[in-house]
């Protein structure tokens, strides 16, 4: 039983084989969660739900099948567990983080400071962007999954790209300063095309770019690696940018219902003082 | 008087940074074993043989059960040859499923080269079963089998170890098989100058036949 998933060149199977470190992770993630929500009982449940889903999640793509198959025969796989663990996971935890999260952040100085170099937009596309860019080149690709270690600290650093993607629009911290409304949607936009150039070289290479997966014993007869490289482009960019448009979605209704609520709680001052002189005048001429 | 303990949380996170460069450039590799120095492959990725060999004097069976003379039939043709075995669960696919992609890439010539894939699993490797799981990668390419002497005599003729049977398999129907994991190719002067490893990217053969095709080796 390895403690992660890697690269082990033997042929695939569908026997069970679970990762311990996917469930120690998962059981600490659960742990932490729980005890962090007895100090916050009101937190909401759909919040805590939210955190849950993004637990079993990270599961899902760390332990076997899926972590197996990506990290050792499938890049489309690999993609797959990126967009699930940078995508979705990560903001749904954060999402789901209990205020007491934020108050650490905000308990020293220099976790405050921390916190604010962490919610600035341009550092975190620069950041995400370079974060996962490195992940994905094959040079460091083909050297990191032929190991457990290394397929962890591919998949630790696929959590810290989330964890930086979503800080400027999904901070834990209250005094962190947020990105709301047609700012954060024009920062999700920027996101939703940062991984582009890595997904272009995947759709157009000639040849199979990953060694890896290139000569990883074939799961499907007659699929190819090049078959599955553009497999896993698309997944990146088609399924990668449905969950971030997802989001600019959500993001953009709720700010627009908002804004409504908002616009029409109060009235204008033009018709306010236009129905001041209306009233005057109707009391004059009654009187 | 700090409450903060800096020292210990620079001490993380150097650490941590150290681990994940550490992770991810250093993690030593067997892909870089794979293939010389160019110097010592004249740019091949392939590796030179100190002697050339010639093909071996052994008549096959094909997979239609007809007698098949290595020699005349692929004289003067460029001819890459696998003994493998079609159960292998990954060095024989790997290998075969490269080639395809990559000879169709290659746009030689003079046209396509023979593969050959020699049935070394004398037990399993039936004219039927091989003839399957050649038609995976292409139809073009020749099954051949022979009794387990000949092929031996074929491996010991240009230069491999001979076939083990894994002891612990025999009498089973699951059993593994050691072969070479090299693919012989033979240039059109009917010699094989050069072995291409397991690990060979579908890029090198890409890159490596049309010269391969044309080479002149008394000149190179």
Redesign the interface.
Known sequence: MSWWCSADGRAWTWEWRPYLGAWLLVGFLFAVYTWAYRSDPDFPLRRKLCALGGIVIILIATDWPMASLGAGYLLSVQMGRQVLIVLIAVPLLMYGAPPVVGRWLDGSQRRRSVTKVLSNPLFAVLATSGLLLAVNTPMVSDRTIISPLGSFAVDFLWIVAGVLMWFPVQSPSPMAPRLVGPLALVYLFIQSIAPLPTSFFMTWAEYPLFATFELAPRVVQGFSAVDDQELASGIAQVLGGLVIWFQITARFLHWAILREREENATVPDFIRRADARETARAAKTDR | MR??R?LGRRGFLAGAGA??AL???G?A???DDIGGSDEDNRNFQGRLLPQPVAKPEVTFTDTEGRPYDLRTATDGEMTMVLFGYTSC??IC??HM??LP?AIE?ARLPAGNPNVVFVGVDTARDTPEKMREFLD?FDRRFVGLTATPEEIDRALAEVGFPPVVIDPEGKGGDNYSVGHPSQILVFTPDNLAHIVYP??T???AW?EDLPRLATIDWNLA
């Open positions: 409450a903060e800096p681990l994940a992770t991810l450039m993690c590799t067997a892909l669960p990954d696919p790997i499923g490269a992609p890439k995976r397991f690990g990217r579908e890029q890409a």
